[in-house]
């Protein structure tokens, strides 16, 4: 885990809010393969990634109980671009492959072929009481857009920020801030972050079809040390903080809370 480092990796499951252990969160769906395996989902799902049900005709079937696909995030905090139900959170797959091996993978693989008439099942952890771990980062190509705090270079934290909705992201940046486009083919990780972008507006930040709904800084002594002197004043931006799905499938998303 990197602390204070452009180095996204999806939504980590950090703890639960109910009683249960995280195992028990974790439900199996399928992605969509043709009844010849020749055709399958065309985009990459990797551990971590957000996904939702699939709401494209292609990729459902009646073969199948409920199919997913990866969420398609917008960079932007605008509500009207932020409207999809969050299922939860990839965590692998296994599929036969046309040597009819059994393939366990932390990843799907893009319109990868498998085995005629075999389902492609995938583990997703879809309980919304799941608290989980992601990296603050930007689509813009200016470190300062991912700090939790205001914008600008060595300022105090925005404390005000926690309980508000944040929009997710995945790849952007340019010269200065490169964040990888895709997931990793060697890890399996995923590349997704909070996107602190577009979110400065308090009435963004309040939008309930927002997918992340942050609750505080991840309590890890590598995470606030590398990045908080003693009084709060933020000194590298690519921090952590804990989040639960605000707009999740199984609930209605909530508006963020505005401090007086």
């Known amino acids: ?34 009844a010849d395996g020749a055709t399958t989902y065309n985009t990459s799902i990797f551990t971590n990634d957000p996904v939702i ?7 459902r079937t009646v073969r199948y ?56 099942r995938a583990l997703v952890i879809d309980d919304p009481m799941v608290v989980y771990d992601i990296q603050v980062s930007t689509a813009s190509d200016a470190p300062d857009n ?21 929009a997710l992201g995945v790849g952007g940046g340019g010269a200065t801030v490169v964040n990888p486009a895709a997931g990793s083919t060697i890890t399996g990780q995923s590349a997704f972050y909070l996107n602190l972008v577009g979110s400065a507006g308090a009435a ?13 800084f991840t309590p890890d002594a590598q995470n606030l040390g590398s990045i908080f002197e003693a009084d709060g004043v933020t000194v590298k931006p690519f921090l952590n903080v804990r989040v639960i799905i605000n707009n999740h499938f199984a609930k209605k998303g909530n508006t963020g809370f505005t401090p007086g």
């Open 65 to 120: 109980g409920a199919t997913i696909e990866r969420y398609d995030p917008t960079n932007t905090a605008a509500a009207a671009a932020n409207t999809a139900s969050i299922l939860g959170v990839f965590a692998g797959c296994e599929y036969v492959d046309m040597q009819q091996n059994t393939v366990s993978s932390p990843f799907w693989p893009a319109s990868s072929i498998v085995y005629p008439g075999t389902k492609i």
């Open 204 to 216: 963004s930040r309040t939008e309930d079809t927002l997918p992340l709904k942050v609750l505080g």
């Open 146 to 166: 991912a700090r939790f705090s205001a914008t600008g270079a060595n300022v105090p934290a925005v404390l005000a920020y926690f309980s508000q909705n944040f």
């Open 1 to 34: 885990m990197a602390y204070g480092v452009n180095a996204p990796f999806g939504l980590k499951p950090y703890l639960s809010l109910g009683s249960a252990g995280l195992t028990e969160k974790t439900n199996e769906y399928f992605i969509y393969a043709s």
């Open 53 to 59: 049900l699939s709401k494209t005709a292609a990729n």
